[in-house]
């Protein structure tokens, strides 16, 4: 049924996007995927997602504890249109709740944070599914977060500074994670026939303005 869905969609989309979003969609990953910690500068959230999106990583995970998550489309260029967005912002504690649904998911969850079992991000095992966590801006990742990890990771830098803006840190992190994992033949990192025909047809939703409409039509043609 989806894939008849999308075929109608195609048919509002030029040839251009759709190879287009074949093309891109052959690139995504869930095997490697991020998780924002109360990330509140909007600055920081809008530039996290612009290079998620450039990368290749399709979701991202949104706690909530404190701060809502915002972020400028004009910063961002658009990118959660393409992206897939996990809130979490409606439990007690959101990083618990969003740690145990990874974990669930086969989740390795690797925490920035700098102590005595830190590990350098490239001795992290990719072949396992890494959710990589930032902490919030100043005081980073949060008690419940080290405490839940699996591992803790940092960035090995050689200079005065012993940290990294959390945008950049993230950025750094999801270009290695994910050139790591596409050059390991043996890492199954793409996304499922399945899950590509997903976010098309997100995509194509977010691209034609009238979709409720074909869709409305679509599903009323095929009740039972």
Not at 42 to 60: C, K, P, T, W
Not at 78 to 100: I, M, P, V
Not at 114 to 129: G, R, V
């Amino acid at each position: 049924m989806s894939q008849q869905l999308y075929s109608l969609f195609c048919e509002h989309l030029s040839e251009h996007k759709q190879r287009r979003f074949d093309e891109v969609a052959r690139a995504r990953t869930r095997h490697f995927t991020v998780v924002l910690e109360d990330i509140y500068q909007s600055q920081n959230s809008s530039a996290i997602l612009r290079s998620a999106e450039s990368f290749g990583v399709q979701d991202l995970h949104l706690i909530e504890n404190t701060h809502p998550f915002f972020h400028y489309q004009r910063i961002s260029k658009g990118a959660s249109k393409w992206l897939t967005l996990h809130h979490y912002h409606q439990a007690k504690d959101n990083t618990r709740a969003c740690f145990e649904s990874l974990k669930a998911q086969g989740y390795h969850i690797a925490v920035t944070h700098l102590n005595e079992k830190t590990i350098p991000l490239q001795q992290l095992d990719f072949t396992k599914k890494i959710a990589l966590v930032m902490g919030t801006e100043l005081t980073g990742a949060s008690e419940t977060a080290t405490e839940l990890a699996d591992s803790l990771v940092s960035i090995p830098m050689v200079g005065f500074t012993e940290s990294l803006n959390v945008a950049s840190a993230a950025s750094i992190a999801m270009h290695y994670a994910t050139e790591k994992i596409r050059a390991d033949k043996q890492i199954p990192w793409s996304l499922t026939e399945e899950e590509m025909l997903e976010v098309k047809l997100k995509w194509a939703r977010n691209s034609i303005y009238w979709w409720e409409k074909i869709e409305s039509d679509w599903n009323a043609n095929h009740e039972f």
